[in-house]
Every structure is written in structure tokens, then in C-alpha cells.
């Protein structure tokens, strides 16, 4: 990585693990609600919300003031209400998408959301965020956008190091967290991969790579 590349100080009051695991899910979570223009007040849907980026779209919904609802399966409930969500909703018994409720976001964390679903539960003036958007789901959102008034936001987050910055500050002021599932030694890392495409982890897991003195 070149000197003037994205990189920032480790936060003092967490460990090496701890700390690779909070850029990627910190970055993208950071970015999509800046985009979608979240306030306090604001009620906020969270689809993956046990993820590497869903857990962190939690905290910092909950640190701009929103009031957040977490979709997770039964077994990450805790850790999502841990992390400060106000309600949960578990995907293996209930689809939000059928009640009579409406958010002013919905923040798909994972891909895996019913996109016709969740624009009947957006509100008028709401605003939708895909974090893998593919093509086709791209085109429908574009769509979207020109005949009705919600706001749909796709794409890829920019790394920038003033947001690795404020992410260090975050955390050492213990506004947010890092949530780590597994930790692997770089020996499994095949088993690592194995796990995680299995799309059950909570977080991030990370791989640890010792080098010989």
C-alpha cells in the first residue's frame, strides 16, 4: 500500500483482530446511510442485520438517532438487540414485507431482500440502499427512481482514510463495535471460506497471519 493509500491508526482500545474487522463493514455501512441522507427520528429497517456490515449499519443507525428494526434468523436476535436495535424480526418466521408497517429506509445489508416487497413497505418520500446490487436489480432500481418519489441507492462504497479515521474515533469512543464470529489461522483459511459461504456468520471472521522472526 502506497504511503498516501487509506490506512489509519489502530484504535487503542481494541485488538489486531478486532481492528481488521471493523474497515469493510464500518466503510460500507457508513457510506450507504450517508448517502441515504439518514436523520434522527427516522425509522430505519436493517435486512442482514447480523453481518459483517448489518451489524455495523445497527450501531451507527442507532448513533445518527434513528429508531432500527433488525432482520436476522432466530439464533442472531441477541447479538442484533446487543447492538442496539429496537425491534428484531426473524426471516425464518416473519416477512416484514407483509405487515402493514413502512420505514423511511430499508437498508438491504446482504442482497437478499424481495425488492417488490420492500418498496410496498418504503415510504412515500423513502429511500432504499442495496449493498450488491446485480445488474438486473440495478436497471429495476433506476426504474424505480423515475416514476415514484423514493430514492433508491446502489453501488460500491468508496474507501476514503477520513472515514477510517472516524471510524477510529467511533470506536475508541465506544459509540460502535466490531463483531467478530470466528477467528482462523491463515493454515484454514479454506475452512474459513467454507463457513462463510455457508451465509450464517455473525459479523466478520478473521484470518490471523503469523510471520517467522
Same mark, same amino acid.
Given at each position: 500500500m502506497p504511503e498516501d493509500g487509506v490506512i489509519a491508526l489502530k484504535p487503542a482500545n481494541?485488538?489486531?483482530?478486532?481492528?481488521?474487522?471493523?474497515?469493510?463493514?464500518? =466503510?460500507? $455501512?457508513?457510506?450507504? +446511510?450517508r448517502k441515504g441522507n439518514i436523520r434522527s427520528g427516522q425509522k430505519v429497517l436493517i435486512y442482514g442485520a447480523s453481518g459483517?456490515?448489518?451489524?455495523?449499519?445497527?450501531?451507527?443507525?442507532?448513533?445518527?438517532?434513528?429508531?432500527?428494526?433488525?432482520?436476522?434468523?432466530t439464533t442472531n436476535l441477541d447479538l442484533v438487540i446487543s447492538l442496539g436495535a429496537d425491534k428484531v424480526?426473524?426471516?425464518?418466521?416473519?416477512?416484514?414485507?407483509?405487515?402493514?408497517?413502512?420505514y423511511d429506509v430499508i437498508f438491504d445489508a446482504v442482497g437478499k431482500s424481495s425488492f417488490s416487497g420492500s418498496m410496498r413497505s418504503l415510504k412515500k418520500e423513502g429511500v432504499y440502499?442495496? =449493498?450488491? $446490487?446485480?445488474?438486473? +436489480?440495478?436497471?429495476?432500481m433506476r426504474l424505480n427512481s423515475m416514476k415514484s418519489s423514493k430514492k433508491l441507492i446502489g453501488g460500491t462504497a468508496s474507501p476514503k482514510t477520513e472515514k477510517l479515521i472516524y471510524l477510529k474515533?467511533?470506536?475508541?469512543?465506544?459509540?460502535?463495535?466490531?463483531?467478530?464470529?470466528?477467528i482462523y489461522p491463515w493454515e484454514k483459511i479454506v475452512e474459513a471460506h467454507r463457513y462463510v459461504d455457508k451465509g450464517h456468520k455473525k459479523g466478520n471472521v478473521v484470518i490471523t497471519v503469523e510471520h517467522d522472526n
Open positions: 481494541v485488538t489486531f483482530e478486532e481492528a481488521v474487522a471493523i474497515p469493510f463493514g464500518g =466503510v460500507t $455501512a457508513l457510506y450507504f +446511510l459483517s456490515v448489518g451489524t455495523m449499519a445497527v450501531q451507527f443507525a442507532k448513533y445518527f438517532g434513528a429508531e432500527v428494526t433488525g432482520v436476522c434468523s424480526i426473524d426471516y425464518t418466521k416473519e416477512d416484514f414485507t407483509k405487515s402493514s408497517e413502512k440502499l442495496h =449493498v450488491v $446490487a446485480t445488474p438486473a +436489480l440495478s436497471v429495476r474515533e467511533l470506536v475508541e469512543a465506544g459509540k460502535i463495535k466490531p463483531v467478530i464470529d470466528r
